[in-house]
């Protein structure tokens, strides 16, 4: 499809340089109005086949970090690079780094139009960006689903008539419709019940290798990261506090910041009530 064959390995998709994305706050008055710097001069770079996870407390610009990376918030200040260049008004360009660029967000539920069928919802994209006919987006649409580990007949429900993990799946799916070279994926385990989480990391890490993808994976949770992740950036108030190898990062934390993070990991779980079940059913704090 694109060039991305021939693009240096090198060359990162996108890259952020010295981003900062400030919002006024409702808390503020007329005239000391006050300022939320929810990402504050960040620098990141994610390139093809290559996994990076952002983990931070809620509330650390991890999502607004995500937004600017796809596009969705223009940052107040700084740089954010496409294949090396800023970003043009040409439409062809846009469309371009929408094809190449796209995002999984935590809940499918409110992600996905409950109002489609789950067919209708994977050919959207192709649609949208005039890709084969109606013949050739059938067959994607079921190349799609079983690329995500999901059976043909899926096609022709609604993603209210799945669970939230096969609906996790379809928006997976959807991302991927048009070969991206880099997914953002925020929070996308969170909302599921720990038992498909861990089939749900494994998916997006096993799409990762297999299409050379790049992907950010954004999580509270630092253990969520730690074993998809091959880069891990740790993200507090609005920067990222250290950066480095997932090994390293884990082994032996530089920030005093990420070695917190590390000892209170344990605590963001608990066990529930039912705990003779035979399943341990660990539940993660609510990322509001
Ligand atoms: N549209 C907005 N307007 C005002 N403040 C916002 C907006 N979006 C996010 N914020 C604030 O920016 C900070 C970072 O939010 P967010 O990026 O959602 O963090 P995270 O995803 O790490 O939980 C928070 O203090 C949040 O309240
Ligand atoms: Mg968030």
């Not at 994305?21 to 109005?33: D, N, Q, Y």
């Not at 360009?93 to 209708?120: C, I, K, W, Y």
């Not at 990420?258 to 039912?274: D, M, V």
Request: glycine letters at 8%; charged letters at 25%; one cysteine or more.
């Amino acid at each position: 499809m694109s060039n991305a064959a021939d693009q240096s390995e090198e060359t990162p998709v996108i890259e952020l340089k010295d981003v900062r994305v400030h919002f006024k706050a409702r808390a503020g008055s007329l005239f000391r109005p006050k300022i939320v710097k929810a990402v504050d001069g960040v620098d990141f770079s994610v390139r093809r086949g290559e996994t990076i996870g952002i983990v931070g407390e809620s509330g650390c610009g991890k999502s607004t970090m995500a937004s600017v990376l796809v596009g969705l918030q223009a940052p107040t200040s700084g740089q954010r690079l496409f294949r090396g260049r800023p970003l043009g008004p040409r439409a062809a360009e846009r469309r371009a780094f929408g094809r190449a660029v796209t995002m999984v967000f935590q809940d499918a539920s409110t992600a996905l139009n409950p109002r489609m069928t789950v067919h209708d919802i994977l050919v959207d994209p192709l649609r949208v960006h005039g890709v084969g006919d109606t013949a050739s987006r059938t067959r994607r649409v079921h190349e799609l689903l079983e690329l995500v580990g999901l059976p043909s007949s899926a096609a022709e429900v609604s993603p209210t008539q799945i669970s939230g993990g096969q609906r996790q799946r379809v928006a997976i799916a959807r991302a991927l419709a048009l070969e991206p070279e880099v997914v953002v994926a925020d929070e996308p385990t969170s909302a599921l019940d720990v038992s498909v989480r861990a089939q749900v990391l494994n998916l997006l890490s096993d799409l990762k290798s297999r299409l050379n993808l790049g992907m950010v994976f954004i999580s509270h949770d630092i253990q969520t990261v730690r074993y998809v992740s091959d880069r891990i950036c740790v993200m507090n108030g609005g920067r990222i506090v250290e950066e480095g190898p997932a090994q390293q990062v884990f082994d032996s934390p530089a920030d005093a910041y990420t070695r917190t993070l590390l000892g209170a990991a344990p605590s963001l779980l608990h066990l529930a009530p039912e705990e003779d079940r035979g399943t341990h059913e660990l539940r993660t704090k609510e990322n509001a």
